[in-house]
């Protein structure tokens, strides 16, 4: 099965539903990039008149959890994957559509290849950078994602 953006805005409607009902979606996934975005609005703010950081968070790990996804589905295997760490940096107040673009995906199927053949499987860092609609940097997420063959 062909992973698309409207599959996984389906995945997070039934699996994932606070993210789906905060507004976060995908919107691009393909061989070199995986976008995500949120707008700010009512449901996902913070006291402070932006978006609350877990909503960010969300939409940054979807970004790089989607790449993690639809490598795992290519390669045909069964592999478990998990988020072990993660840490962020925050720029800009977030308000307005915000943009999480990640570009690690040779990083993701380098990875898969290599926990084909490693019992321990592989640890590697991908890194969600988010933008407003000014482009401008609003924050920084970096996930450690973890790959074992089952």
């Known amino acids: 099965m062909k992973l698309t953006p409207s599959k996984i805005n389906l995945f997070l409607f039934t699996k994932l539903p606070s993210a789906w009902l905060c507004g976060v979606r995908l919107k691009i996934i393909n061989e070199k990039i995986c976008i995500t975005t ?31 996804m639809k490598e795992i589905n290519d390669s045909g295997e069964k592999i478990s994957m998990l988020v072990q760490e993660n840490s962020s940096s925050f720029h800009k107040k977030a308000k307005g559509k915000i943009t999480f673009t990640c570009e690690d995906v040779d990083l993701v199927k380098e990875n898969i290849k290599n926990c084909l053949s490693n019992p321990e499987g592989q640890k590697f860092w991908m890194t969600s950078i988010a933008k407003n609609d000014k482009d401008e940097k609003v924050s920084i997420f970096k996930f450690q994602w973890t790959v074992r063959k089952k």
């Open 38 to 68: 949120v707008t700010h609005k009512w449901i996902n703010q913070n006291p402070f008149q932006s978006m609350y950081f877990a909503v960010q968070a969300m939409a940054a790990e979807l970004s790089t959890g989607a790449i993690v």
